[in-house]
């Protein structure tokens, strides 16, 4: 069974930085895209980052460009995002989610992770 499971998330205050991780679990990765997504309360959910499967290749969103920073370790099936100078406005649910397509269409996803920013 596939399973993609974030973690790193918390309370922090605004400028402060996190580290989310995503282990991906039942199937190699290490071959495909992999993405990061966010959902703030009462909002649709939104697209933060992609990375390729070489790490190679990277896009961010452009309300996250520069404080922002997806990587992977495909050999611990493993993505992360490095969110630096958190503002407010990035309080949200952070989802992991691999075999998008337009649209924010994605096969896989993770259960979520809560970041919440204070100011």
């Known amino acids: 069974q596939v399973q993609l499971v974030e973690s790193g998330g918390g309370l922090v205050q605004a400028g402060a930085s996190l580290r989310l991780s995503c282990a991906a679990s039942?199937?190699?990765?290490?071959?495909?895209?992999m993405n990061w997504f966010r959902q703030a309360p009462g909002q649709e959910r939104e697209f933060v980052a992609t990375?390729?499967?070489?790490?190679?290749?990277?896009y961010y969103a452009d309300s996250v460009k520069g404080r922002f920073t997806i990587s992977r370790d495909n050999a611990k099936n493993t993505v992360y995002l490095q969110m630096n100078s958190l503002k407010r406005e990035d309080t949200a649910v952070y989802y992991c989610?691999?075999?998008?397509?337009?649209?924010?269409?994605?096969?896989?996803w993770g259960q979520g992770t809560q970041v919440t920013v204070s100011s």
């Open positions: 989610a691999a075999d998008c397509r337009g649209g924010g269409k994605c096969d896989y």
């Open positions: 039942g199937r190699t990765f290490s071959e495909t895209p």
């Open positions: 990375i390729s499967w070489s790490g190679g290749v990277t």
